[in-house]
């Protein structure tokens, strides 16, 4: 943790514990603490949260030196975690055939939780005995050209060979960004290069 301060001064900047792990360290602590936003005088801000995500909406909220967050919105229904009902219509914003939107949020009940025990032991049952689960990764990439599928449970049918080694953590935005857009405008399979990346058949 105490290195990960030290590349990332900014993720410390609310930590209770930096003073403790980076007891000594001064040019560290100077880094934090020129991280930290400058103090503004009182105020009310406000902020969507809508096409963002969790990492950069927190980021947005440091930057400004928000340090106290009011959730004011009439129909909090995103904080519910779990499966409900509604009634859904086709989006008309994203192309993609599995994606729907409710058609009033004011209509949606909650039916109840899955939870993870005995080795997520219920969700498995849903996903795997319930839904097609495909071996062959050649008729899902016709399928996302032809705009049929971009969702998909995928289970290889023999595993060859598998490796790891350490990354950094740290992830590219622009990368990311590009995957994003990629995936917004139904292209994450781009050509026959992907079919001999992922070994399909």
Same mark, same amino acid.
């Given at each position: 943790?105490?290195? +990960? !301060?030290?590349?990332?001064?900014?993720?410390?900047?609310?930590?209770?514990?930096?003073?403790?792990?980076?007891?000594?360290?001064?040019?560290?602590?100077?880094?934090? %603490?020129?991280? *930290?936003? =400058?103090? /503004?005088? =009182?105020?009310?801000?406000?902020?969507?949260?809508?096409?963002? &995500?969790?990492?950069? !909406?927190?980021? *947005?909220?440091?930057?400004?030196?928000?340090?106290?967050?009011? @959730? #004011?919105?009439?129909?909090?229904?995103?904080?519910? !975690? /779990?499966?409900?009902? &509604?009634?859904? +219509?086709?989006?008309?914003?994203?192309?993609?055939?599995?994606?729907?939107? =409710?058609?009033?949020?004011? @209509?949606?009940?909650?039916?109840?939780?899955?939870?993870?025990?005995?080795?997520?032991?219920?969700?498995? $049952?849903?996903?795997?005995? %319930?839904?097609?689960?495909?071996?062959?990764? /050649? =008729?899902?990439?016709?399928?996302?050209?032809?705009? $049929?599928? &971009?969702?998909?449970?995928?289970?290889?049918?023999?595993?060859?060979?598998? &490796?790891?080694?350490?990354?950094?953590?740290?992830?590219?935005?622009?990368?990311? %960004?590009?995957?994003?857009?990629?995936?917004? $405008?139904?292209?994450?399979? #781009?050509?026959?290069?992907?079919?001999?990346?992922?070994?399909?058949?």
């Amino acid at each position: 943790m105490a290195e +990960a !301060y030290r590349r990332h001064p900014f993720h410390a900047i609310r930590s209770e514990m930096a003073g403790r792990l980076l007891a000594g360290d001064a040019p560290a602590l100077a880094a934090i %603490q020129a991280a *930290r936003p =400058p103090a /503004g005088a =009182p105020g009310v801000c406000t902020i969507g949260y809508e096409g963002s &995500s969790l990492e950069g !909406y927190l980021n *947005r909220l440091l930057h400004a030196g928000v340090t106290l967050l009011c @959730d #004011v919105r009439r129909n909090p229904l995103s904080r519910k !975690y /779990g499966f409900s009902k &509604s009634t859904l +219509a086709k989006s008309t914003r994203d192309t993609r055939p599995e994606t729907f939107h =409710p058609v009033d949020v004011l @209509d949606i009940t909650h039916l109840g939780h899955l939870g993870t025990d005995d080795g997520w032991r219920e969700r498995r $049952q849903i996903i795997l005995k %319930q839904g097609k689960v495909h071996d062959r990764l /050649g =008729p899902l990439i016709d399928a996302a050209h032809a705009n $049929q599928c &971009s969702l998909a449970v995928f289970k290889p049918a023999k595993i060859l060979d598998f &490796s790891w080694a350490p990354d950094d953590r740290d992830r590219d935005e622009v990368k990311v %960004q590009e995957m994003r857009n990629r995936t917004d $405008q139904g292209e994450l399979f #781009v050509g026959d290069a992907d079919s001999e990346a992922f070994g399909a058949t």
